[in-house]
C-alpha cells in the first residue's frame, strides 16, 4: 500500500520538536490514552498516501508494519474505533498550524528550482472541480443522484507554487462556471479552466474586466477562421495550427464581437492533439 521507507522520509521533514510544542500549545494530548497526536497525523498521512477507503483500512494497513512503527515514530497502530474517536474529538487547529508552518519551511528550500516561474509576466491561475463521493445514507443531504450522495470541491491553485488560493465545497450538483461567475480575479490574471468551464458570456467578463483565460474548445464550437499563421518554425515547435477567429451564432451574441486565438498543437510524445482558446490580442503575447 505504501513503501514504508519513503513513507518515514516524508515524516522526517517535520520537525518533531516544533511538532511537539505545537501540541503542548494546543494541548491536543490531554486524555490521549497512548493513542497521541503524532500517531493520529501519522494515520491521516497513512489514509491519504495509500488511498485507504476506511479506518479500517488505515488499522490494518498500520499493523501490517508492525516492525517498521519505529521508522515513523510510534508505539502502537491505532483500532478502528481509536481513529473514529480522534477524528470525531480531536480539534484541527494544531494540524493547521503545522501545514502553515512546514508551507513556510518547504517554501524557502531549494528556490533555485522554481526559477522558471520568474518569466511569467502574469499570475496564473488553475481552475478545476471535483466530485468527492459520499454514503447518502450518511450524508443524506448531499443529494446528488437518485441513489449516491457527492459534494463538489472548487479549487483554483496559484501557479506559484501550486498551492490552493480558493477552495470552496457545494453540493454535487453545482455547475462549475455556475460557482465561476461568483468570483473575482484580479486584473491580468491568466485563468485557465477546462472545457467545463467555457461559457461565453463569462468570458466576456473576464475579457471586459482585464484578465486573460485560457482553455479548451468545445468539439460543437462554430467559428469562422478570420487570420492563420504556418511556417516551419511553427511546425518544428508542434504547432498544428495558430489562427484568430470569430464565433458564431448565438455563442457570438455572448462573447460580443471580440475575436479568439485557437492554436492547436500536437504531443509527439503522446502522439495526442491538443487545442486551446483565449483572446486574440497582440500575437506574441
Known amino acids: 500500500m505504501v513503501n514504508i521507507n519513503v513513507f ?13 510544542f505545537l501540541v503542548r500549545k494546543h494541548n491536543s494530548d490531554k486524555h490521549h490514552k497512548g493513542i497521541n497526536s503524532w500517531t493520529h497525523l501519522v494515520s491521516m498521512l497513512f489514509c491519504h498516501l495509500s488511498s485507504a477507503d476506511s479506518v479500517r483500512d488505515i488499522s490494518n494497513g498500520l499493523r501490517s508494519t508492525t516492525g517498521n512503527m519505529r521508522y515513523m515514530g510510534i508505539i502502537r497502530v491505532p483500532s478502528k474505533s481509536n481513529l473514529s ?7 484541527h487547529v494544531l494540524f493547521q498550524d503545522l501545514y502553515v508552518e512546514l508551507l513556510d519551511k518547504l517554501w524557502q528550500k531549494q528556490t533555485y528550482l522554481r526559477s522558471e516561474l520568474r518569466v511569467l509576466k502574469r499570475k496564473v491561475l488553475l481552475m478545476d472541480a471535483t466530485v468527492i463521493p459520499l454514503c447518502l445514507s450518511v450524508f443524506d443531504w448531499a443529494k446528488f443522484r437518485s441513489a449516491k450522495g ?56 473576464l475579457d471586459s474586466t482585464g484578465c486573460f483565460f485560457v482553455t479548451r474548445s468545445k468539439s460543437n464550437m462554430k467559428y469562422t477562421v478570420l487570420k492563420s499563421w504556418q511556417n516551419d518554425e511553427l511546425k518544428e515547435a508542434g504547432v498544428i495550427e495558430d489562427q484568430v ?41
Not at 471580440?258 to 486551446?276: A, F, P, T
Request: hydrophobic content about 40%.
Open 85 to 91: 474517536y480522534m477524528n470525531a474529538h480531536r480539534e
Open 245 to 285: 477567429i470569430a464565433l458564431d451564432g448565438v455563442s457570438a451574441a455572448r462573447y460580443g464581437d471580440k475575436k479568439m486565438r485557437l492554436v492547436r498543437i500536437w504531443d509527439s510524445i503522446k502522439n495526442v492533439e491538443y487545442d486551446s482558446v483565449r483572446q486574440s490580442k497582440v500575437r506574441g503575447q
Open 8 to 20: 518515514s522520509q516524508i515524516l522526517s521533514l517535520i520537525d518533531r520538536e516544533r511538532f511537539n
Open 150 to 205: 457527492a459534494v463538489k470541491l472548487h479549487t483554483i491553485l496559484d501557479y506559484d507554487g501550486c498551492m490552493p488560493s480558493f477552495v470552496h465545497i457545494t453540493d454535487g450538483k453545482t455547475h462549475e462556471s455556475t460557482l465561476a461567475k461568483t468570483l473575482c480575479f484580479p486584473k491580468g490574471c491568466v485563468v485557465v479552466v477546462d472545457r467545463g468551464y467555457v461559457d461565453y458570456a463569462w468570458m466576456n467578463v
